[in-house]
């Protein structure tokens, strides 16, 4: 990031403190403000709309599976293309994210947040809602492609929104608490590689659980990613495929909801493991450690 979009940042997020005359921004004002400038600098960075549009690239990679059916009556192109709003989720907290943050911190931006009265969840907020608003989008455009291509829409929209509302919020929670073992922007991008193709690897977007050996299905299963993949693919075609897509059988509302409940709860415990870590945020550049 640019020296002056850093400036920009924290301008947009510095609010007054008591007793210099001026009335405190509170934390909701704090929040939109950021959440404003975050779009912005998201649109100017180049680095961002990368990692926005490298998830959308997975559509290409799917179209040689159409033809085959892993669950009867769901195009095996499709049912990849789907899963996409998980990637970038993904893409976005644990590469994007970290990536800002430490830059941030290199400048001492997230210092003068910290000096200026900046409540953390503000910032922190900010950021995570403009990535869901960027998620969001590319969710809407997947969705037309394959309302396009497949003539299919989402058989329970709200799960799917489920699925991808909580899966952003706890990726991008942990691309924040992912900084503080970060050194710098560019050991932020070396780094998060790691955990990124651990967590796409063995999601269940790239081998269906139910082909994994059990051991290693099992541990997976209890991930963000693989609950998220199980709750929007689950969604968007309306049959039970939170263990993998043999035998997926076509389920009603209150079944798919019901299925759905230990995904559900597993996004909200990693969510809250994520929020946990965030009090050892490092906001110097020169904190030990």
């Known amino acids: 990031m640019t020296t002056s979009a850093q400036a920009a940042t924290a301008r947009a997020g510095t609010s007054r403190r008591p007793g210099a005359g001026r009335t405190p921004v509170s934390r909701y004002r704090q929040t939109v403000r950021l959440l404003r400038t975050e779009l912005v600098l998201f649109y100017r960075y180049r680095v961002a709309l990368f990692f926005a549009a490298f998830p959308l690239m997975f559509v290409a990679f799917a179209l040689p599976l159409e033809g085959q059916e892993p669950v009867p009556g769901i195009d095996a192109a499709a049912l990849n293309m789907s899963g996409i709003p998980v990637l970038a989720a993904l893409s976005l907290g644990l590469m994007h994210v970290p990536n800002v943050y430490a830059a941030r911190r290199e400048q001492l ?5 910290r000096a200026s009265g900046v409540a953390p969840a503000a910032l ?5 809602l403009s990535v869901l608003l960027v998620v969001a989008v590319l969710t809407a455009v997947v969705a037309g492609i394959v309302a396009a291509r497949y003539g299919a829409l989402p058989a329970d929209p709200l799960l799917v929104l489920a699925g991808v509302v909580l899966v952003t ?3 991008s929670l942990f691309g924040i608490a992912f900084t503080r073992l970060t050194r ?10 790691v955990p990124f193709m651990l967590l796409y690897g063995v999601s269940g977007l790239v081998v269906p659980l139910d082909l994994l050996p059990e051991p ?4 997976a299963a209890l991930l963000p990613t693989t609950a998220a993949a199980g709750l929007v693919r689950s969604g968007y075609w309306g049959h039970d495929l939170f263990g993998g897509v043999a035998g997926g059988e076509p389920a009603g509302f209150a079944e798919l909801w019901t299925a759905a409940l230990p995904s559900i709860g597993i ?8 929020v946990s870590l965030l009090r050892y945020f490092r906001w110097d550049p020169r904190q030990a450690g």
């Open 109 to 113: 931006v997230l210092k003068r947040f």
């Open 124 to 128: 922190f907020g900010a950021t995570t």
């Open 169 to 171: 919020v706890a990726m």
């Open 184 to 193: 710098n922007a560019e050991s932020a991008q070396m780094m998060c590689i």
């Open 216 to 219: 290693i299905a099992a541990a």
């Open 267 to 274: 996004l909200i415990v990693w969510t809250a493991v994520a």
